[in-house]
């Protein structure tokens, strides 16, 4: 057993040799997901949408709270991965790309909580919902960075 520990941290140290490190040049990110990564969508259009009581916060109490010191619109009392990642490039945290007057200069999160790759269409076609769905789902939010892509990048260079 010693042996194959002595082998794999030889390979280990061969490979973090071969690494180099990567140019951290970013000046932007954009989100896609669900409630990994969702910093406020699903707050935003549930609202508009009539499906929350605007007296009830939501995501409830102690969303937000531990970090951000009040409700934050993510499904987790601290930080999100997503926010972790904008840390590591120095990027201020990520907007809700449904929010009114947010600043998407260093990018914009689509994501939404209980959102889905397949369209919602899929789930209430087959009968597998009760309730309304937000259309929130992969393809609507490349729809909504296809909507936003010129106001939110500077590019005279075709298509991204």
């Known amino acids: 057993m010693d042996l194959i520990f002595f082998y ?3 390979l280990f140290i061969s490979c973090y040799g071969l690494a180099k490190p990567i140019n951290q040049n970013f000046t932007s990110i954009f989100s896609f997901g669900n409630s990994y990564t969702d910093t406020g969508n699903y707050q935003i ?13 939501f995501p409830p109490y102690p969303y937000g709270i531990t970090f951000f010191g009040q409700p934050a619109g993510r499904f987790c009392d601290g930080r999100l991965i997503i926010d ?17 007057n ?3 200069t260093h990018g914009a ?4 909580a209980a959102a ?5 269409e899929f789930f209430e076609k087959n009968g597998f919902v ?9 393809n609507y939010q490349l729809e909504w ?6 106001s939110l990048c500077n590019t005279t260079a075709g298509t991204l």
């Open 8 to 10: 794999f941290f030889i």
């Open 45 to 57: 259009l549930a609202a508009r949408a009539g499906l929350l009581n605007s007296s009830v916060e």
């Open 84 to 100: 972790f990642i904008t840390e590591v490039y120095s990027l201020p945290f990520l907007q809700p790309s449904k929010a009114q």
């Open 102 to 104: 947010a600043s998407f």
């Open 109 to 112: 999160n689509f994501a939404v």
């Open 116 to 120: 889905s790759a397949f369209p919602v």
């Open 130 to 138: 009760n309730n309304q769905l937000l259309r929130s789902s992969l």
């Open 145 to 150: 960075f296809e909507d936003q892509k010129s």
